[in-house]
């Protein structure tokens, strides 16, 4: 269970900072007839493009997870950027407002994709390169350390649920309070969750780094 809760932590970390998904989430659910229900259907979305993305890498991937070297320098680089995403999610609670990524939204703030919730969950997601950025080297590093392959079905779908669910426990319930209230988030209370956070990947890169180091999979 130590794979599910890691995933289901990490995940809710990246989802709970400011960026394109809360924005299309905050959008569907103040416009959609039935806007409680758009987080579920986003990350249904968001989910699929996941699912179809790990495979890939699994299968792309197994060539080079047998390679000590290469296994060291995917999880070092991956701890790392969450050390420094973790930072910059601070960083950016000290110098900028949060009012432009969590107010109230209307059609501008969105680029591109409007429609159904669930392509969009799909699309927006894709068209993020921080999305495929964190996939390709954070998310591959976790599956590394936590040696995620298709040996091991019972780990594969341990890390997916937890991952989504982690997803699905922010953007949920934000659709609900949007939909209900009609009203922006508290910033207050957003911005203390963001520093737990950020607080939280820092911890959780080192420990990884640390990891992947002195007790390497191979």
Not at 35 to 64: C, D, K, Q, W
Not at 73 to 91: C, E, K
Not at 180 to 204: E, H
């Amino acid at each position: 269970m130590n794979i599910f809760f890691m995933s289901f932590l990490v995940a809710l970390t990246g989802a709970l900072s400011p960026g394109p998904l809360l924005t299309f989430t905050i959008f569907r659910s103040l416009k959609a007839k039935k806007g409680y229900m758009v987080g579920l259907f986003i990350s249904l979305g968001h989910a699929t493009l996941e699912f179809i993305l790990i495979i890939a890498l699994l299968f792309g991937a197994s060539i080079f997870l047998q390679n000590e070297l290469i296994l060291t320098i995917i999880g070092v680089i991956g701890s790392v950027l969450l050390i420094i995403f973790g930072i910059l999610i601070i960083l950016d609670l000290y110098y900028k407002s949060l009012d432009s990524s969590v107010g109230k939204m209307n059609e501008d703030d969105i680029k591109g994709f409007k429609g159904n919730s669930f392509l969009g969950g799909l699309i927006v997601s894709l068209s993020n390169p921080y999305w495929t950025l964190w996939w390709a080297v954070i998310g591959l590093g976790l599956m590394i350390n936590y040696n995620i392959s298709f040996q091991d079905p019972g780990n594969l779908v341990l890390f997916y649920l937890g991952h989504e669910l982690g997803d699905l426990a922010w953007y949920w319930p934000i659709s609900i309070f949007v939909y209900y209230s009609g009203r922006s988030l508290n910033k207050k209370v957003y911005s203390w969750i963001l520093i737990i956070c950020g607080i939280f990947m820092i911890g959780f890169g080192i420990y990884l780094g640390m990891n992947i180091i002195f007790f390497n999979p191979l």
